[in-house]
């Protein structure tokens, strides 16, 4: 369907956002018809007016794109960064852009996760400020096809949300028993009595009458 659209609206890149459970977030990224596409997870969504930053660019301006050094590390990543070069990319004398940057994509791989800024350039040249959104992408497969085709790599560590919700609640659940033991045994060890008196040590002890005093 997704490419259907793309070969009618003559499309060659694709980002494609899909929703479930109305609180998790996956993006698709594809190179249609023939791929590569790849599969996130967004996570920690910040948007620009959240964060209230004080950076902007013109709408149509064209973004420099910057890489860190991971990508060029292993495959996955640089099958990424190409993917991301031919969707971010804008190309020079596009008739719906303009022939100038003004503003930087930031992509960062740390914690096996791909970050993302967006920075104005200042009018120096010398120096950046931050316009916003940031968000986090947590890669789960890259298929051989758009939107579909052999898998090319399994991200093994990734979590999906409902299992990592599921986590959340058994930690919590673990918290709550290992309290409500510590009490019990905190209960079971203190003596039911205080501790017996010698009556010898009252040998001495008088009560003493006010009137005599």
Known sequence: ???????????NNCIYFENKKHKDLYMWMS???NGPSAKFLIENVHTMEELKLTGNCLK???????????????PHLAVLKETLIQIFGTPNHHP???????????????????WFRNYQIEDDGTSL????????????????????GSVL???T??????????????????????????KKLLAMRRPKQSYPVDPAEEVFETEVDDKEL
Not at 129 to 148: A, H, Q, Y
């Open 153 to 155: 790599y399994t991200n």
């Open 96 to 114: 719906k852009s303009q022939p100038f940057f003004d503003h930087v994509f930031n992509f960062k791989f740390l914690d096996n996760r791909i």
């Open 129 to 148: 400020v931050e316009i916003g959104p940031r968000f986090t992408m947590n890669l789960i497969k890259i298929f051989d096809g758009s939107f579909c």
């Open 31 to 33: 190179r249609v018809p």
């Open 60 to 74: 149509a301006s064209r973004p420099i794109l910057t890489f860190d050094d991971s990508f060029e590390a292993t």
């Open 157 to 182: 560590s990734y979590v999906t949300p409902s299992m990592h919700r599921k986590n959340l609640k058994l930690d919590a659940i673990n918290r709550y028993q290992n309290k409500f033991n510590d």
């Open 1 to 11: 369907m997704i490419n259907e659209i793309c070969e009618m609206k003559n499309c």
